[in-house]
C-alpha cells in the first residue's frame, strides 16, 4: 500500500519542478500542435539560418532508427522509469542534476506522447546544417549537459576529499 503522507510530502518539496515539468510539457505539446496544423507543406523561413519545416520522424537523432517506435517507445519508458526510481540518488548531486533530470523526463515524456499517439515524433526545427529537432529534444539535450555537469563537478570535489 503507498504511503500518501510521504508521497504528499515529496510533493511538496519538488512542487515547483513538477510544475515546471507540466509547463515544459505544454510548450511541447503547443508548439507540436502549431506544426501539425501550420507547416504540413507550409515551411516558414525565418532568416537566412531557420527554417520551421514539418517532419515526421519514426526514428531519432541524425536518421538512426528510423520506423523503429516500439524500440524507441521502450527507451524511453526505461529512461522515465529510471529518472522516476532514481530520483533520490540523482537530487543527491544537487539543484542542477534535479533540473538536469526534470528536462530530460519532460523531453522523453513528450516525445513518447507522439510516438504513442501518432506513430512517429513532430519535428520542426531545422537550422539546415543539423537534424530537425523539438522543443522536447532541447529539453533532452539541455538536461542532459546539466545532469552530466553536475556529476562531474561532484566527481571533482569529491576527488579533492581523498
Request: no cysteine; proline share 2%.
Amino acid at each position: 500500500m503507498p504511503n500518501w503522507s510521504r508521497m504528499s510530502a515529496w510533493i511538496r518539496a519538488y512542487r515547483g519542478m513538477l510544475i515546471v515539468a507540466a509547463l515544459l510539457l505544454l510548450v511541447d505539446r503547443a508548439t507540436k500542435v502549431w506544426a501539425l496544423t501550420s507547416l504540413v507543406d507550409r515551411p516558414i523561413v525565418v532568416g537566412k539560418y531557420l527554417w520551421l519545416n514539418y517532419v515526421e520522424n519514426t526514428g531519432m537523432a541524425f536518421g538512426l532508427f528510423q520506423n523503429g517506435n516500439a524500440v524507441l517507445e521502450i527507451v524511453m519508458l526505461l529512461v522515465i522509469g529510471y529518472i522516476i526510481y532514481s530520483w533520490r540518488e540523482i537530487a543527491q548531486y544537487g539543484k542542477w542534476a534535479q533540473w538536469g533530470a526534470v528536462l530530460i523526463l519532460s523531453g522523453a515524456l513528450g516525445n513518447l506522447y507522439d510516438r504513442i499517439t501518432l506513430g512517429f515524433v513532430v519535428d520542426f526545427i531545422d537550422f539546415r546544417i543539423w537534424p530537425v529537432f523539438n522543443a522536447a529534444d532541447s529539453f533532452i539535450t539541455v538536461g542532459a549537459l546539466l545532469l552530466a555537469i553536475s556529476l562531474l563537478k561532484y566527481t571533482h570535489s569529491s576527488q579533492e576529499k581523498i
